[in-house]
Nanobody, 128 residues
Framework: QVQLVESGGGSVQAGGSLRLSCAAS????????VAWFRQAPGQKREGVAA????????NYADSVKGRFTISKDSAKNTLYLQMNSLTPEDTAMYYC?????????????????????WGQGTQVTVSS
């Protein structure tokens, strides 16, 4: 049974930074894509960043490019999202997600909602 548990959310002032973590159990890193999504109140969930769990090719939403960095520690089965220069528009519930389908290492991982496994989310609130 796959379980994804996010942590690291909180409240921060605009311009600040947060680092989110997503610990996976029952899931093997190395074959599939993993990603971060977010959902603000009244908005659709949107993909933020994605990476192949066995490679380093990343994919970012335009709204976070240059500010957010996705990374992973495969030995710990943990995914990270370093968020810098936060703005109130980044306020949302942040979710990690993992793909069930094996993908080639050169895959640009999707920011669409095709992921099989989802965490419960961690809240990020940015005040102005």
């Amino acid at each position: 049974q796959v379980q994804l548990v996010e942590s690291g959310g909180g409240s921060v002032q605009a311009g600040g930074s947060l680092r989110l973590s997503c610990a996976a159990s029952g899931y093997t890193y190395g074959r599939s894509c993993v990603a971060w999504f977010r959902q603000a109140p009244g908005q659709k969930r949107e993909g933020v960043a994605a990476v192949h769990s066995g490679a380093d090719l990343t994919n970012y939403a335009d709204s976070v490019k240059g500010r957010f960095t996705i990374s992973k520690d495969s030995a710990k089965n943990t995914l990270y999202l370093q968020m810098n220069s936060l703005t109130p528009e980044d306020t949302a519930m942040y979710y990690c997600a993992a793909d069930r389908t094996a993908r080639p290492l050169g895959t640009t991982c999707s920011l669409g909602e095709s992921y099989a496994y989802w965490g419960q989310g961690t809240q990020v609130t940015v005040s102005s």
